[in-house]
């Protein structure tokens, strides 16, 4: 996927979204015609508008989500739909030093997490937490557990953006939205990845009344004198 994104101007679509076009599989001309739409535009660009024409390109609304989480309205739109693209080839990049590394507290791999119930929901709602509540980092689904790892990918229909965001909504207080998740296509297999900021709060993160903390690549539940200390560190 790499090679697509060094490529120049071709069939009159703008330089570096050749890769977009042949990645979502739509017909050059209705492209081209989208992107001199987006080009048009003066000023900042309702997002609303954006969305909708983004799902002519075939976007997925996690895409669309990181876009709207990430809006710069000092760019073009275009710019940002490329600056979108690079970002997903960067966590392309990333997954392939992953795959060989010891896990720290910067990322988790799960080879599944599923969210049918009650034990995988506060699973999902401790990593992310834990994540949060420290240092922020990547959770990543579809690795095996254990190294040496093996792209094990996971089945798109398991793992829908919406369960994902009803979790965090519903287990995670105080409210915490400062994450955006991924849906890479690495060797061929689906990988989930779920960027997570650090909570810049003085509160921490609570689930299940506890506080999740990740730390020397564990992630496990903290007392709030261990949460002020680390925090202080």
Not at 164 to 184: G, K, M
């Amino acid at each position: 996927m790499l090679h697509l994104y060094s490529r120049q101007i071709e069939y009159g679509v703008p330089e570096g979204l050749v890769g977009l076009v042949e990645i979502h599989q739509i017909g050059q001309k209705k492209a081209i015609s989208i992107f001199n739409e987006l080009e048009g535009e003066k000023g900042p660009l309702d997002l609303e508008k954006l969305k909708k024409l983004l799902k002519n390109l075939n976007f997925k609304e996690y895409q669309l989500e990181a876009i709207s989480k990430n809006w710069d309205p000092d760019i073009s739109p275009v710019e940002s739909i490329k600056k979108r693209f690079l970002h997903e080839l960067e966590l392309v990049r990333i997954l392939g030093r992953i795959i060989d590394e010891d896990e720290d507290r910067d990322f988790e791999c799960k080879q599944e997490l599923l969210l049918f119930d009650s034990r995988g929901k506060i699973k999902l709602a401790k990593q992310i937490g834990a994540f949060a509540n420290a240092k922020g980092g990547l959770l990543i689904i579809g690795f095996s557990d254990e190294r040496p790892r093996k792209v094990v990918g996971i089945r798109k229909q398991d793992y829908k953006r919406e369960k994902f965001s009803d979790v965090i909504n519903s287990r995670i207080s105080p409210s915490y939205d400062s994450y955006i998740f991924n849906l890479i296509k690495f060797e061929g297999k689906n990988i989930i990845v779920i960027e997570i900021e650090a909570h810049k709060l003085e509160e921490p993160l609570v689930v299940d009344e506890q506080i999740p903390y990740r730390k020397d690549g564990e992630t496990k539940y903290i007392s709030e004198n261990e949460y002020s200390s680390y925090k202080s560190q």
